[in-house]
Nanobody, 124 residues
């Protein structure tokens, strides 16, 4: 069992930055690939970024590539999402997710454990 708690969301102006954190409790953190997903009002949950258990492989949605960076600190059982050059269309509830096994995935259904989400609102 893995429990995930996100933090770091908030209200920011377009062009600004935020860093989301996701703290994990449970078993060996490095055995889990981690992902960030988001869900805007009236839309489905979509992939944002993913990172392998070792942190050596990362994947991004085209919409955030070059602006967002996913990273992890396995000693602190924490995964981060640094978000720069934020746009109003980035407004959403952002979820952290964990997948058993070290290989990252961009597919929502591959992730078994989910946090409660943290709200990011970008004003124009």
């Amino acid at each position: 069992q893995v429990q995930l708690v996100e933090s770091g969301g908030g209200l920011v102006q377009a062009g600004g930055s935020l860093r989301l954190s996701c703290a994990a409790s449970g078993r060996t953190f490095s055995n889990y690939a981690m992902g960030w997903f988001r869900q805007a009002p009236g839309k489905g949950r979509e992939f944002v970024a993913a990172i392998s258990g070792s942190g050596g492989y990362t994947y991004y949605a085209d919409s955030v590539k070059g602006r967002f960076t996913i990273s992890r600190d396995n000693a602190k059982n924490t995964v981060y999402l640094q978000m720069n050059s934020l746009k109003p269309e980035d407004t959403a509830l952002y979820y952290c997710a964990a997948r058993a096994g070290p290989a990252a995935s961009t597919v929502l259904r591959d992730y078994r454990y989910w946090g409660q989400g943290t709200q990011v609102t970008v004003s124009s």
